[in-house]
Every structure is written in structure tokens, then in C-alpha cells.
């Protein structure tokens, strides 16, 4: 096993002192190898160290400019620094450098939804869902934007998908209600938000919606 191995190894252990050790041998054998920067970078990422982490993404762009997990590894960074445009940035190099994997798809379009361009944010959810069937959360996303565009059928169909994958999901049955609502199928919009607050009793935005349906 290689140092990078080991780390990694070490890592899914839970041991980030033995992880650290072996990307820096890893490092120290190797400086032009953008890998152990990377996997070292992944490490500082997971334990908050976000501005180092960066500064070793960039090393590693520095020796591989294609090197797509860098790109997709700095782009989670900023996600989680709520730098949506540099996060953006980071996932479209990295989709042009080949990545091609639903987590890709999946985070270009939340960043999209967070810059507020939904429309653009429809086709990587929709190839996010086509690569990964049971991500139910980008199947939620998905719907969302589908409702946002006033592609209503669209939204409850994928509303209702994400429902049988995980019948918990109360944004799940809120959003169809409302999405029934705007149909004016009253009484399937109010099926739908009963479902949602029975899930989730103090789930104000459907009992708001419930109440503006049925004021009695």
C-alpha cells in the first residue's frame, strides 16, 4: 500500500493524524504529483480547515490543470463558504475537464438555484437524477425547478417519485399541494398538505397554504 493508500485508508478510519502523516510522505516522495495534494486537501476539507484546503487544491491545479477532482473538491469549499459564483466556477471546470459523475450534476445545479437561475440549474438536476435514480434529494431540486419554470406535470410527477422513494419527505407533499393548488385541484392540493403536516405537524408554510384553501 502507498502512502496515498494509507491515507485514505486512514482517513475512512476516522485517524486524520495518521492520514496527514501519509499524504505528507506521499507529498515529500513525490512534490510534481497533484494526487496527494489533492487527497490532502479533501482531509483539511472534512475537518473545516477550508482556507488550507484551498491552498492545496490550487497546488494541485498548479501541477495538473486538469485535474477535475480539484476542481469539484475547491468547488465544495466555497459551497460550504457560501461563495455560490466561485463554487459555480469550480464545477464548470470541472465538468470540463471530464468529470462526468451525479454529485457533479447534482451541486452545479443547487448553486445555480442559490445564484437564482433555475432555469439554467433544470438540465444538470436532470442529468443528475438520469445518472443517480435514487438521489432523492436532487429529484426534489429537480421538481422544484420544473415548478419554477410553471411545468407543473413535470414538478408532480418527480413530487410523487420522491414521495415513494421516501414517503417522509413533508417539502415533498407541500410542494405537490401547492403545485395542485395553482391546477385548481382543491381537493388534491389539500390531500397533499394534510399529508405534509402529518408528517411534519408544525410545518407552517403548508398549514399557511392549507388555511388560504380551506379558511372553515
Not at 497533484?34 to 479533501?42: M, R
Not at 443528475?128 to 410553471?150: H, I, K, S, W, Y
Request: proline share 3%; hydrophobic share 40%.
Amino acid at each position: 500500500m502507498d502512502y496515498n493508500e494509507a491515507g485514505i485508508a486512514a482517513m475512512q478510519e476516522g485517524d486524520y493524524e495518521k492520514a496527514a502523516e501519509a499524504f505528507t510522505k506521499a507529498i515529500e516522495e513525490n512534490k510534481e504529483d497533484a494526487i496527494p495534494y489533492i487527497n490532502f486537501a479533501n482531509l483539511l476539507s472534512s475537518v473545516n480547515e477550508l482556507e488550507r484546503a484551498l491552498a492545496f487544491y490550487d497546488k494541485a491545479l498548479e501541477l495538473d490543470s486538469s485535474a477535475a477532482t480539484a476542481y469539484y473538491g475547491a468547488g465544495n469549499v466555497y459551497v460550504v463558504k457560501e461563495m455560490y459564483k466561485e463554487a459555480k466556477d469550480m464545477f464548470e471546470k470541472a465538468l470540463r475537464a471530464g468529470m462526468e459523475n451525479g454529485d457533479l450534476f447534482y451541486m452545479l445545479g443547487t448553486v445555480l438555484v442559490k445564484l437564482e437561475q433555475p432555469k439554467l440549474a433544470l438540465p444538470y438536476l436532470q442529468r443528475a437524477v438520469e445518472l443517480n435514480e435514487d438521489d432523492t434529494e436532487a429529484r426534489f431540486q429537480f421538481g422544484m425547478c420544473l415548478a419554477n419554470e410553471g411545468m407543473l406535470d413535470e414538478a408532480l410527477s418527480q413530487f410523487e417519485a420522491v414521495t415513494e422513494q421516501d414517503p417522509g419527505h413533508a417539502d415533498a407533499f407541500y410542494n405537490s399541494g401547492v403545485a395542485y393548488a395553482y391546477k385548481e385541484n382543491r381537493e388534491k392540493a389539500l390531500e397533499m398538505l394534510d399529508k405534509a403536516i402529518e408528517i411534519q405537524p408544525d410545518h407552517m408554510l403548508a398549514l399557511h397554504a392549507k388555511k388560504l384553501i380551506d379558511p372553515s
